[in-house]
């Protein structure tokens, strides 16, 4: 959830980061020194003055969602309850919906999933 109005509808974000050096744990956007970080998203729902979207991370770096959504080359809307680039609220309103992965040690694929409830 978005504190904001997202106006397209779908899209993709390419935002480099790295530390923030002078202000850990933030993560900042940096050409010269950030690491590539990719972030797909759709828009699934605009009400109240907020946007409800699915991101679809590419690449998985530190605050990455976070950064995307409030920076101003990203989507300019940071996440609810967001206190490091936002504003806090009762929670952070970032929830995985589904997460898959190869368990490290059976190998087997794992797959969980678990609707959003908000």
């Known amino acids: 959830m978005l504190d904001g109005i997202v106006a397209e509808d779908v899209g993709s974000i390419d935002l ?51 950064v995307h959504a409030a920076h101003s080359l990203g989507l300019a809307c940071p996440i609810v309850g967001d206190e490091l680039y936002g504003q806090r609220s009762t929670r952070l309103y970032l929830h995985a919906e589904r997460i898959e992965f190869r368990h490290p040690i059976s190998g087997e694929w794992l797959t969980f999933e678990l609707n959003s409830a908000f």
């Open 16 to 66: 480099p980061l790295r530390v923030d050096l002078e202000d850990r744990p933030r993560q900042l956007v940096c050409y010269e020194h950030g690491k590539p970080a990719q972030t797909r998203w759709e828009v699934i729902e605009r009400k109240d003055g907020q946007t409800r979207v699915h991101f679809y991370p590419i690449t998985g770096r530190t605050h990455q969602l976070r």
